[in-house]
C-alpha cells in the first residue's frame, strides 16, 4: 500500500491542504509526528476535525514509531502527520528512505514550514544562508557550533534563521533512573534566550561583540496572533514575545532598501 | 477592510489551506498573480471550484494591479492568491509593504514553496545557501551573476537551489513597437538549458570545468507525475524531464550518508 506524508503547516488544523485532508480521511492509521515541532492546538482537536484516531508518535518516534508505520504501509494506506513540512527535519527524511527501500510506496503532501514563511518578516528569502539550530545550554553543556555556522553566513552577507530547541517529553534523570513514567513540562526556547545564549557563545569563542547586530523576533508565525519584531541582539533580548514557538533570524550584514523598510515597521518599541 | 495574501502551493487547487478557501469564499474581490510563477492548473478550474470570479493579475502585475488591490483594499476584503507562498517573491514583499503603508490590514496564509518543498530531493534542507536565480540568455545579453553565488555556497560546502527563468506574455520587439495586443507562448527553462547556460558561464568566467559537479533536476514537484533525477551536470543535461516548472539543484561539496542515499535512489539512468 502506501505512506502518505502530509505536511500540517504552521499553526492550527485549518493549515491542512485539501490534499491532505483527503489523505487524512482516505487513511487506515494516521499518525502525528509530536517530536521536532508542534502546532498550537492538541491532537484531541485533530481528531475531532479530522473525525479520526491520531496515535501521538513523540520521542521515540524514530527507534518505535518509524518502524511500525512502514511495516503497517505494506498492507495498509498510513498516514504521518507531520508539522510544517514533511522534509524539514532529518527525521522524515530518514523515515522517507527506509519506506522506499522496504517497497513501500511514498507520497509527500507539502505545506508551509517555518523555513520558507520566516520570509514573512521582510527579509527577501533567496538571502538566507545554512539553517542553524540552537540547543539548550544544560550546565557545562554548552555545544556552540551555530555560532561559526551564523558568523560564515555573516560573512558571506547572508541572512541566518535560528531554530530554537524544543524539550517535549524529557525525563529528569532522577525518573529515569527510576524507571517511571513521570515527564517533565515540555520547555520551548524563547529568542530572549536563544540570544544570551548566543552573547555567551561569542564570548567563549573569541569575545566578539555581537548585541549591536539586527535581527528579527518571530513568535507564533502564521497564527492570528503571530509576532515580529526587529531590532538589535541586545534590544531583543530583551523583549517580550509571549508564548511559543519562538525563532530568531539574524540579519546579513548589508540590507536592500525594502528590507530596510520592513526592519522599521517591526521595530521593537 | 483587508489585503489577504493567499499561498495556492505548488500544484493545483487541492493545495489550497482550509485556511485559504476560508479567505477566497469571504472575499470581495480575487485576484490571481499569475506571473512570477505558474499552477498546473489553468484559471477557469480555480475560478469553478473556488465558486468566485479571479481577476488574472498578470506581466503588468507591479505597475497596474498592485496599486488597485491597495485602493480596493481600503473598502474591501481583497484576495491576492500567489502560487508557492506569498513571501517568496520580491514583488509580494512590496505589495505587503505598500497597502501597510496605506493603512490597509494585510493577513497572509502561508503554503509550500520550491523554496522549502525541495528538501524531497532529500538534500538537508537547512544546508542550502543562497538560492539563485537563472535567466533566459538572449543573444548577447548573458547575465552571469548567479554563478558567483553558486561558487561562494559551493566554497561554504552549501547546497545551492537554482529557479529557472519563466517568460509569461512576453511580446515581440515588433509587436511591442506597433502596439499590437500579441503574445509570445510562455516559455519555461528546463533543466537542460539551465545547465548548458551554466557551463557557459563557467566558460566565460574563468574557464572551470564543472560538469563532474553532482546535482538534481526536479520537475513538477507536488504534482502527481514529479519527477526527480540525479547526476553530475553532464549527465542531467541529457535528461529529460517532461513539462514545467522544472528546478536544478546544485550539491555541496561534501554529502552526509543520508544525503548520498537520495543520490542513489534518484540517479539517472
Known sequence: MVLTLV???????????????EAIREGDIVYLENYTATLNVNAERLERF???????????????????MVD??????????????????TTHTDLFLRAR?????VKV??????????????????????TVSIPFFDGN????????????????????LCLLDIKVKEQSIENMMKGNNIFEPPRFMTVSTAIKQLIEASEMQNGEKIGDILAFGLARIGADDQ?????????LAEAELGGPLQSL?????????????????????
Open 7 to 21: 505536511g500540517l503547516g504552521l499553526n492550527d488544523e485549518r493549515d491542512a491542504s485539501l490534499r491532505g485532508l
Open 50 to 68: 479530522f473525525e479520526k484516531p491520531v496515535i501521538l508518535a513523540d520521542r521515540d518516534f524514530v527507534e518505535k514509531y518509524s518502524e511500525a
Open 72 to 89: 503497517a504501509a505494506k498492507s495498509k494506506h498510513v498516514v504521518c502527520l507531520v508539522v510544517g513540512d514533511p522534509f524539514c527535519a
Open 101 to 105: 527501500q522496504k517497497g513501500v510506496t
Open 109 to 130: 503532501v507539502h505545506n508551509a514550514s517555518i523555513m520558507n514563511a520566516v520570509a514573512t518578516c521582510g527579509l527577501q528569502l533567496y538571502r538566507f544562508g545554512e
Open 141 to 160: 553543556w554548552k555545544p556552540v557550533s551555530f555560532y561559526d555556522k551564523i558568523k560564515k553566513n555573516r560573512a558571506n552577507n547572508m541572512h541566518t
Open 227 to 235: 509576532t515580529i519584531v526587529s531590532g538589535s541582539l541586545e534590544e
Open 249 to 269: 533570524v539574524l540579519c546579513a550584514p548589508e540590507l536592500h532598501e525594502i528590507e530596510k523598510e520592513f526592519v522599521e515597521l517591526y521595530r521593537v518599541r
